[in-house]
């Protein structure tokens, strides 16, 4: 009986491999975060802070102009006013609405950001 070979069993193995490590660099791969409704609507609790403070010092690293940081953020929904920019929304829980606020303070420093200031807030029921 001849045995078979398949040539591109290794070029698949191989793919799959490499298409798979950038999947195991990111902990949070079944969302997306490109905006703070993302992090509203598939994050709570202190993962939610957390993927948004990783997504956005990903996407604001130090040294970004300011000009370049607030078009990053106004793209992820919040609306900037100098150094601050604000993403509000509403949320519900357990049939309880309230007002959800998002606030990043850029330290910005001779036209460039050196750090993300990023604080959630809930008011109301």
Excluded: I
């Excluded at 990043?104 to 750090?115: F, K, P």
């Amino acid at each position: 009986m001849a045995r078979m070979s398949f040539p591109f069993a290794s070029v698949f193995v191989g793919s799959a491999l490499l298409l798979a490590a950038p999947l195991a660099a990111n902990p949070y791969p079944a969302h997306t975060t490109e905006t703070f409704r993302d992090f509203e609507h598939h994050y709570s609790g202190a993962e939610q802070m957390e993927v948004a403070r990783a997504a956005l010092d990903a996407r604001v690293p130090a040294g970004t102009p300011v000009a370049e940081a607030r078009a990053t953020l106004r793209k992820a929904g919040a609306t900037c006013r100098g150094a601050t920019c604000t993403y509000n929304t509403f949320g519900s829980s357990h049939d309880m609405r309230h007002s959800v606020h998002w606030t990043v303070n850029l330290d910005a420093r001779e036209g460039a950001v050196h750090g993300l200031d990023v604080q959630r807030e809930t008011r109301g029921s």
